[in-house]
């Protein structure tokens, strides 16, 4: 009896990342520089780039199943940071970068990367990863009823048929004729170049 494959990802229930709160107290409400503490905190969170393979268009990559998936933080901090890894919000690895092995059915949704180093933290934007849309299957061709006035039928069909035939027996009686002209025309060529010869 075989055992029942593991994700390379954990599935904890703590939450990777949650958005800091703000606070309505109007004291807390400045920074110490005296500025607006809610403008600067939604300044400071900017979503950075991940470099992911295969490439992600507008934030989604799409590839099959067993196949790999690589994200990679790519931005460098002024101090080491602590990198981790989370997947649909819960935490699921650590480091530079995430290696997806065999993508399962369980693997597919959003990732995120977050860097905290003793200065700041970094989010990374969103990566979804999804399955390729299906190729739409051609539909079933409808018969065509055909069209009375391009059908023939009766006279009209054995009158076409008919001149047909006259018109490749008038081709095949042309060229045998081109054929025969030509090869008499070689022969008076050839006997009076003989006759130039003897002479």
Known sequence: MRAKPQSPLPRDTVPAWSPPTITTDPILEKDAAGGDFRANLVNS????PLKTFPAAIRGVIQ??????????WVV???????????????????????????????????YMCIATNSKKQLVSEPVTISLPEPIAQPTEAEPMEPDPTLSLS?????GLLVAGILGAGTLIAGMCFTIIQIETGFCHVGQASLKLLTS
Do not use: H
């Open 76 to 110: 460098t901090m002024d101090s080491e940071p602590v990198l981790s890894w989370a997947f649909n919000g819960v935490p699921c690895g650590m480091g530079e970068k995430l290696f997806i092995r065999r993508l399962s059915w369980e693997q597919l949704g959003t």
């Open 63 to 72: 590839s099959e199943l067993n196949y790999s998936v690589i994200l990679q």
């Open 45 to 48: 969170l900017q979503l950075m």
């Open 154 to 158: 009766g006279g009209s069909a054995i």
